[in-house]
């Protein structure tokens, strides 16, 4: 047999400095435009909501939070979101409850207006839902529009990871909870390149994300509840049990999903669809009061003021009422996302929980409750974490947070997630 021919030598790859250095100005770019555009959205929708629900309502002589204003303004915002779903270019986008945080292709740039103006319009109008769909959506979509005509040569999924890490960047004020996101998608990716090296170019636009959110607004996720400087075993004891119990309880919302979502869908039209919702979003505010409106966060911080102040009956019906809402909320097609409202969701079961047993701490009642919600809705196992954990500022939470996570995960995993593809069947 004739020896086999020498194999032509591979090509040397580029050093990781060549191929890392000319990704940075990109990402700061990316950076600084993702969270203008967040702080340019939220500030809109601000200074709207402070017209529907203060200053129209002083004017007018009536209370801002009465149940018969929550459900004119709630019916008021489907309507107006539905003529955005019917007439902006594109419909404001894609179905959202097909929507995931940052992992779908990027829409058109024609679409991002109309996609704006129905996300703000929700925040305003005081619907169940964040703001971190939409504005990552549209970030993804201008960055892959200007990169790939700036550098045509660059791969896709690069606009796409900086446009995502930015966004996750600016919204929770630190690029830890984008490195977190980033790489539990890139654990899925097989290739030679290590974690580092691909997280390189998305921590730098996560970083100018969220510095330039920090410098401009100052955000704070701590909720200043009593800190848990030793954490004992009647603490590990609690976050074991609330922890699993929020997960099931996130999980009725899950396996409701796609009926509520495909009952809306079998209606007509966007201005029947997104008007009735308002309208049952309104009537659930009428039920659960003004603080089970909006995206939750300041909300949060509102019911952490005073954990002792309500009953356990109180606020396991703020806990309901706002599941319920945030259910209708991403069903009938408004356009927001679900990471705040689940927050809201599972502080509210923690300090249920704490109304309860008194023995239970606030902190460790409200930071294993949002971990066990967030695990629930997004199956994101450490933007869960490091949500839970933030709220309560509270190093020593983290290990029982860490330890509650394996069975509320061992509940969720496999199961149907609060996300559907373009058919109306639930991801897993």
């Given at each position: 047999m004739a020896p086999?021919?020498?194999?032509?030598?591979?090509?040397?790859?580029?050093?990781?400095?060549?191929?890392?250095?000319p990704q940075i100005v990109p990402a700061l770019l990316i950076g600084v435009g993702a969270s203008l555009l967040l702080l340019g959205v939220s500030e809109?929708?601000?200074?709207?909501?402070d017209v529907l629900w203060e200053a129209l309502p002083d004017t007018l002589g009536i209370g801002g939070f009465s149940s018969l204003w929550m459900i004119t303004i709630l019916t008021a915002t489907g309507v107006a979101v539905g003529l955005v779903v019917w007439k902006a270019p594109g419909h404001a986008g894609p179905d959202p409850a097909t929507m995931g945080l940052g992992d779908e292709a990027p829409v058109s740039p024609v679409v991002v207006p109309g996609l704006l103006v129905a996300a703000a319009l929700g925040l305003a109008g005081g619907v169940s839902l964040g703001p971190e769909n939409p504005i990552i959506a549209a970030n993804i979509a201008l960055a892959y529009w200007l990169g790939s005509r700036a550098q045509p040569v660059a791969p896709a999924a690069l606009w796409v990871s900086l446009a995502s890490a930015a966004t996750i960047g600016a919204l929770f004020g630190t690029p830890v909870a984008a490195a977190l996101v980033i790489s539990e998608?890139?654990?899925?990716?097989?290739?030679?390149?290590?974690?580092?090296?691909?997280?390189f170019a998305p921590l730098v636009a996560a970083?100018?994300?969220?510095?330039?959110?920090?410098?401009?607004?100052?955000?704070?996720?701590?909720i200043s509840l009593p800190p848990v400087t030793y954490p004992g075993w009647a603490d590990l004891l609690a976050s074991l049990v609330i922890a699993p119990a929020a997960a099931l309880f996130g999980l009725?919302?899950?396996?409701?999903?796609?009926?509520v979502h495909a009952a809306f869908r079998r209606l007509p039209h966007p201005m029947v669809m997104l008007p009735l919702g308002g309208l049952t979003l309104g009537l659930l505010g009428a039920l659960g009061g003004h603080l089970t409106l909006f995206k939750g966060l300041d909300e949060v911080k509102e019911i952490a003021a005073d954990p002792d102040g309500r009953g356990a009956g109180a606020v396991a019906a703020?806990?309901?009422?706002?599941?319920?809402?945030?259910?209708?909320?991403?069903?009938?097609?408004?356009?927001?996302?679900r990471i705040f409202p689940a927050v809201f969701i599972g502080a509210a079961f923690g300090l249920c929980a704490h109304?309860?047993?008194p023995a239970v701490h606030p902190a460790v009642g409200?930071?294993?409750?949002?971990?066990?919600?967030?695990?629930a809705i997004t199956r994101q196992g450490w933007i869960s974490l490091f949500t839970a954990a933030v709220l309560v500022a509270s190093p020593a939470v983290l290990a029982l947070l860490c330890i509650a996570s394996l069975p509320a995960w061992l509940i969720v995993t496999g199961r149907p997630q609060m996300q559907l593809d373009t058919s109306g069947a639930p991801l897993r």
């Open positions: 086999d021919a020498p194999s032509a030598p591979s090509p040397p790859l580029p050093t990781p400095v060549r191929v890392l250095l809109i929708a601000e200074l709207f909501k998608a890139l654990a899925r990716r097989p290739g030679d390149r290590s974690l580092w090296d691909r997280l970083g100018a994300g969220a510095t330039t959110t920090a410098l401009i607004a100052h955000p704070t996720f701590d009725v919302a899950v396996y409701a999903f796609p009926f703020l806990a309901a009422v706002k599941l319920a809402a945030l259910l209708v909320a991403a069903s009938c097609g408004f356009r927001g996302g109304a309860l047993v409200v930071a294993s409750g949002v971990l066990g919600l967030l695990l």
